[in-house]
């Protein structure tokens, strides 16, 4: 399995932004579902956003709902979260996860997924 491969984390500070990428071109044959996770130190990982990319739903934490958006470019099989609004409790390990085989479950649970990044780190400074 080729990991995926995570791209735009950094430090930033309370009230700014970050777009997080994550390239899963090794995956353009199946592809169903996309998804962000994050895990704060000492915290367990928690599910941030997906998309279900045949019918283009997206589902949000409420934590991060309004805040956060999740994208996908199809032809690149690449997937953004374009985050905004941040706040120091936003600061965590950032990982792309995606499913390529359907299957039922729920979207922000990380047996829902089968490929994994390695993750980026999103610092955000009060």
């Known amino acids: 399995q080729v990991p995926l491969v995570e791209s735009g984390g950094g430090s930033v500070q309370a009230g700014g932004s970050l777009r997080l990428s994550c390239d899963a071109s090794?995956?353009?044959?199946?592809?169903?579902?996309m998804g962000w996770f994050r895990q704060a130190p000492g915290k367990q990982r928690e599910g941030v956003a997906s998309?279900?990319?045949?019918?283009?739903?997206?589902y949000y934490a409420d934590s991060v709902k309004g805040r956060f958006t999740i994208s996908r470019d199809s032809a690149k099989n690449t997937l953004y979260l374009q985050m905004s609004s941040l706040k120091p409790d936003d600061t965590a390990m950032y990982y792309c996860?995606?499913?390529?085989?359907?299957?039922?479950?729920?979207?922000?649970?990380?047996?829902?997924?089968?490929?994994w990044g390695q993750g980026t780190q999103v610092t955000v400074s009060s």
């Open positions: 998309i279900n990319t045949h019918v283009g739903y997206t």
């Open positions: 090794a995956y353009s044959a199946g592809t169903y579902f």
């Open positions: 996860a995606i499913q390529t085989y359907p299957h039922t479950g729920w979207w922000a649970s990380a047996q829902f997924y089968n490929i």
